[in-house]
């Protein structure tokens, strides 16, 4: 838990968002900016800046993230997807903890 960082307070509960599914590693909520008809966030519950910054010991995380994908796109209008992490500001990340869009629905 980071208290600085928007997605920890998110998974923490104090700011509210709209939760489309959740297991014991992640999180996923609606993207408050949707860039597409369904726009999710896929969130590891654990505070990881970025993929760089993932270890051998968050093996089991970051199957959890690629999995989660799956269970998603057996959701209704999201069988086919596109599916996006920026890493780093220069890639266009704002929000430094790791998350994969996930984008359907057209
Ligand atoms: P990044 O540019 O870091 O890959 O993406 C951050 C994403 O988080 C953006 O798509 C932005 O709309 C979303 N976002 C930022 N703050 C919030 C928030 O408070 N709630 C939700 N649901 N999404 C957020
Ligand atoms: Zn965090």
């Known amino acids: 838990m980071n208290k600085d960082c928007i997605f920890c ?7 509210p968002s ?3 599914a959740e ?14 008809p369904i ?7 654990k505070h990881v800046v970025d993929i760089g910054a993932l270890t ?14 799956q269970k998603l796109s ?3 209008g999201c069988d086919q997807f596109k599916l996006h992490s920026n890493n780093g ?13 996930f984008l359907a629905g057209w």
């Open 56 to 69: 051998v010991q968050d093996t089991h995380l970051a199957s959890s993230l690629l999995l989660m994908a």
């Open 23 to 36: 297991d014991n590693n992640v999180l996923v909520i609606k993207d408050i900016n949707p860039q597409a």
């Open 89 to 101: 500001p220069a890639a266009g990340q704002v929000v430094f903890h790791i998350h994969i869009h």
């Open 18 to 20: 709209q939760v489309i």
């Open 74 to 76: 057996t959701f209704p």
């Open 9 to 15: 307070r998110i998974i923490d509960q104090e700011i």
């Open 39 to 45: 726009h999710y966030l896929i969130i590891p519950k």
